[in-house]
Nanobody, 123 residues
Framework: QVQAVESGGGLVQAGGSLRLSCAASGRTFSGYVMGWFRQSPGKEREFVAAIRMSGLRTYYTDSVRGRFTISRDNAQKTVYLQMNSLQPEDAAVYYC????????????????WGPGTQVTVSS
């Protein structure tokens, strides 16, 4: 099982950038698809991006495609989310987790949530 701890969140102005990091533990990190999810107040947690074990294939929800980039370093057991052109609607707590396909989207594996990192975007 992989456990993750997210970092890198903060306050940024609209149009700005942040880079989130996800430090994972577990010997089998490289064997998992990893994903980023986010949750804002009053809303359900939603899929943001996922990356295959090799790092060669990535997936994004439509609202972030072209602005966010997911990457991973299997040797460092770390997943990144580069977020550019941030908008107020991107404000949320961001989580990373091992991820599996779920219909036309992705969901986290059960019991895999970390503490998350808060992203706040001022307009």
């Amino acid at each position: 099982q992989v456990q993750a701890v997210e970092s890198g969140g903060g306050l940024v102005q609209a149009g700005g950038s942040l880079r989130l990091s996800c430090a994972a533990s577990g010997r089998t990190f490289s064997g998992y698809v990893m994903g980023w999810f986010r949750q804002s107040p009053g809303k359900e947690r939603e899929f943001v991006a996922a990356i295959r074990m090799s790092g060669l294939r990535t997936y994004y929800t439509d609202s972030v495609r072209g602005r966010f980039t997911i990457s991973r370093d299997n040797a460092q057991k770390t997943v990144y989310l580069q977020m550019n052109s941030l908008q107020p609607e991107d404000a949320a707590v961001y989580y990373c987790a091992p991820t599996v396909p779920y219909g036309s989207t992705w969901r986290s594996m059960p019991g895999s949530w970390g503490p998350g990192t808060q992203v706040t975007v001022s307009s």
